[in-house]
Nanobody
Framework: QVQLVESGGGLVQAGGSLRLSCAAS????????MGWYRQAPGKQRELVAR???????NYADSVKGRFTISRDNAKNTVYLQMNSLKPEDTAVYYC???????????????WGQGTQVTVSS
């Protein structure tokens, strides 16, 4: 089994900062990419930021310059540093990872349970 466990969500005022963490555990051979998605009420889930094993990153235009994604490969953990938060950043944030459990197995997509981020105006 593989689990992604997120932490770090909460309530913050506009202009504030939060740091999300997501740790992958279980039988893991390799992780190609890890990322963060978010879903606001009544909206579709959207990509926030993603980082691949070589360190290349990509961000949603709405968070560029404010959010930073990073990864600790030794700990199978991905972080999302969120600065200058806005009310429109309010959403449930989900961790995602592309994981190969054994050298011979296929890569599968795994999701965390989600963590709420609420930004008050």
């Amino acid at each position: 089994q593989v689990q992604l466990v997120e932490s770090g969500g909460g309530l913050v005022q506009a202009g504030g900062s939060l740091r999300l963490s997501c740790a992958a555990s279980g039988t893991i051979f390799s992780i190609t990419a890890m990322g963060w998605y978010r879903q606001a009420p009544g909206k579709q889930r959207e990509l926030v930021a993603r980082i691949i094993s070589g360190g290349r990153t990509n961000y949603a235009d709405s968070v560029k310059g404010r959010f930073t994604i990073s990864r600790d490969n030794a700990k199978n953990t991905v972080y999302l540093q969120m600065n200058s938060l806005k009310p429109e950043d309010t959403a449930v944030y989900y961790c995602n990872a592309d994981i190969r459990r054994q050298w011979y197995s296929e890569e599968y997509d795994y999701w965390g349970q989600g963590t709420q981020v609420t930004v008050s105006s």
